[in-house]
């Protein structure tokens, strides 16, 4: 069982099946998405613990950058909330490149697939206020999602509510779908890495590296 408590995820947390499962029917959807988080306990918080990227060996450690991540879902939507410790907050960009500033990235795929059929959204805080983004499919700024993020000193709170039809619809009971994520940080004018949770989304794009989640 996974609900509760802290745990560490980086490339091939081994399980049964090679690489990391969560059960989704086991999460309880928040009640409404503000970025407090108050919502969220008891669930399990994802401690993302590998930073990757050009400039990983700036990394200095988690006060520089770290971050846990819960999900839940419901028979609207899936739940996304993370807690971000980062000592700047940088974000100039808006629309299809802010991947290149702080913020979130998520990738889900079917487990037979086309590439054409994985998503990619983003999350983040821009100089205007919160933005939604789509890489994939109908690509653009998604009015749909409601996201929420707070920053209060040096952590940020990122909370979304992505409706199942931006995601390709809602999976079938106890079916499995890839799944990577990445923080990425920004420092000093240039994007620095990520933290990641599985691979196959901060470097290229390739659903053979992501994880695993039962729905």
């Not at 991540?69 to 993370?82: M, N």
């Not at 795929?109 to 983040?124: H, Q």
């Not at 933005?131 to 999602?145: A, I, M, N």
């Not at 993020?149 to 009971?173: D, F, K, S």
Request: glycine fraction near 12%; proline fraction near 4%; avoid cysteine.
């Amino acid at each position: 069982d996974h609900l509760g408590g802290m745990q560490n995820f980086g490339d091939t947390f081994q399980s049964r099946i090679g690489k990391w499962v969560d059960d989704l029917r086991k999460k309880t959807a928040p009640s409404k998405v503000d970025g407090k988080g108050e919502d969220w306990q008891g669930t399990t918080r994802m401690k993302l613990a590998t930073f990757d990227g050009p400039g990983k060996g700036k990394w200095t450690g988690p006060r520089d950058a770290s971050a846990t991540v819960s999900l839940a879902r419901d028979l609207d939507a899936l739940y996304l909330y993370a807690e971000v410790t980062d000592d700047k907050h940088a974000q100039a960009a808006a629309g299809a490149g802010v991947w290149e500033g702080d913020g979130i990235q998520l990738s889900l795929a079917p487990m037979n697939g086309k590439p054409e059929d994985r998503v990619e959204i983003g999350f983040t805080l821009t100089t205007k206020g919160t933005q939604v983004y789509r890489w994939t499919q109908d690509e653009g700024v998604l009015e749909s999602v409601a996201l929420k993020v707070i920053r209060e000193g040096t952590v940020t709170r990122y909370e979304a509510a992505i409706p199942w039809p931006v995601l390709g619809g809602r999976p079938p009971e106890d079916t499995l779908r890839r799944f990577a994520l990445v923080v990425n940080d920004r420092d000093n004018k240039e994007r620095e890495g990520w933290l990641r949770l599985f691979k196959g989304l901060g470097w290229r794009k390739d659903t053979s590296q992501h994880g695993l989640l039962r729905f």
